[in-house]
């Protein structure tokens, strides 16, 4: 299973770190993805690390392009999704997901295994 966390309420310009922390799936194996859900909106592809032990990534949405980046602890099977210069449009419920044996996928469909969200709040 997965489990992220590390959401809360933040001000515009802001930082944050999310965890996607892996029990049971080696996240350094499979290809993992961040999404996010705004209110009333469909689930949106951000970032996919590719898995298979490298540093690889794929991204998806142009808004965030420079300012959320990828990392992870192969020991402890960890992603972070470190997110910088927050605006109130990344105002979302984010979700990590992985995919068992398959490429990085933009579609929330693809997706095997699905962390809980946790919820990102950009707000002055």
């Known amino acids: 299973q997965l489990q992220a966390f590390g959401g809360g309420l933040v001000q515009p310009g802001e930082s944050l770190t999310l965890s996607c922390e892996g029990s049971?799936?080696?996240?350094?194996?499979?290809?993992t993805g961040w999404f996010r859900q705004a209110p009333g909106k469909e689930h949106e592809a951000v970032l996919c690390?590719?898995?298979?032990?490298?540093?690889?990534?794929?991204h998806y949405l142009d808004s965030v392009k420079g300012r959320f980046t990828l990392s992870r602890d192969s020991a402890k099977n960890t992603l972070y999704l470190q997110m910088n210069n927050l605006k109130p449009e990344d105002t979302a419920v984010y979700y990590c997901?992985?995919?068992?044996?398959?490429?990085?996928?933009?579609?929330?469909?693809?997706?095997?295994?699905w962390g809980q969200g946790t919820q990102v709040t950009v707000s002055s």
């Open positions: 997901a992985t995919l068992y044996g398959r490429r990085c996928r933009s579609a929330a469909s693809e997706y095997d295994i």
């Open positions: 690390y590719r898995g298979r032990g490298t540093d690889d990534i794929n």
């Open positions: 049971g799936v080696p996240l350094d194996i499979y290809a």
